[in-house]
């Protein structure tokens, strides 16, 4: 069994996985607008060029997005979860911390942390908490 987040934007979920999948060097496998779909009627004319679904991997991590559509934002800017990731290898666990920052907050900085490894908490430009950590 596996766990695949499910991430929800208000409008911007093109712009959000474009920089997740640049961020973690990965690429977009799957996106279907709301545009020619059966969901079309229900998003309305100001949602057809947003996104229905949409698919990102990157190596280990697969992440899951949509825009919701008026009157049906249940997930969108409130969620409580954080994503937590994991690298064995310190340059590519800097390098995808540092990309997720960009534009957005650093509430804990990557370091050594006491219970070994590295550690470090971001909350990227999109409102999505990442938690990175190695070995």
């Not at 409008?11 to 990965?26: R, W």
């Not at 534009?103 to 050594?112: A, F, R, S, W």
């Amino acid at each position: 069994m596996d766990v695949t987040p499910y991430l929800h934007f208000d409008g911007n979920c093109e712009e959000a996985i474009t920089f997740y999948a640049s961020a973690l060097d990965g690429s977009i496998e799957s996106l279907n607008r709301y545009g020619g779909s059966p969901l079309e009627a229900m998003a309305g004319e100001t949602h057809k060029d947003k996104i229905m679904h949409a698919t990102v991997v990157a190596g280990g991590v697969k992440l899951m997005a949509s825009d919701t559509v008026p009157g049906n934002e249940h997930g969108a800017g409130n969620a409580k979860v954080a994503l937590a990731l994991y690298s064995a290898d310190e340059a590519e666990a800097a390098k995808a911390f540092e990309a997720l920052a960009a534009g957005g907050e650093v509430t804990m900085p990557l370091q050594d942390v006491f219970w070994g490894g590295r550690f470090g908490m971001v909350t990227d430009r999109f409102g999505i908490r990442w938690l990175m950590s190695t070995p």
